[in-house]
């Protein structure tokens, strides 16, 4: 359905296993051209570039993933929390771009290959 109320809901009641797909971020144009495709699921240990709002410009790793609440949190973007401590601030992955991928995993690694 297109829908937007339907749309809303699936991404709500999403079983973590259609989660991932949710969870995908575009690649940067030198990884585009390597592996051929737009974008990759985000995963702990990439390297991303924010596109969006006040930390826009910010590259760092991925320290942390949510597949509950579809965001994930980047290295240097930080809030300031009442007491002036410093909070990360959890970031929608369409807001980034992937830079660097964590290759560590060996069936990523396989997957990616695919479009080559």
């Known amino acids: 359905s297109k829908q ?3 749309q809303r809901k699936a991404r709500y009641t999403a079983p973590l296993h259609l989660r991932s797909g949710l969870l995908s ?3 940067s ?10 974008s990759a699921r985000v995963v ?5 570039k ?3 709002g006040d930390s826009a ?3 760092g790793l991925v320290d942390a993933v949510d597949t509950g609440r579809y965001r994930i949190v980047v290295e240097g973007v930080t809030i300031p ?3 002036g401590t410093d909070m990360p601030r959890p970031i929608d992955p369409s807001n980034v771009q ?3 991928l964590n290759l560590k995993d060996a069936k990523r690694v396989e997957k990616l290959a695919e479009g080559r």
Not at 29 to 38: G, H, K, M, N, V
Not at 44 to 48: C, I
């Open 50 to 52: 924010v596109l969006r």
């Open 4 to 6: 937007p109320r339907k």
């Open 25 to 27: 971020a575009p690649l």
């Open 57 to 59: 410009g910010t590259e």
């Open 81 to 83: 929390k009442a007491d």
């Open 98 to 100: 992937i830079t660097k």
């Open 44 to 48: 702990k240990g990439d390297t991303v």
């Open 29 to 38: 144009a030198e990884l585009r051209s390597e592996y051929r495709r737009r």
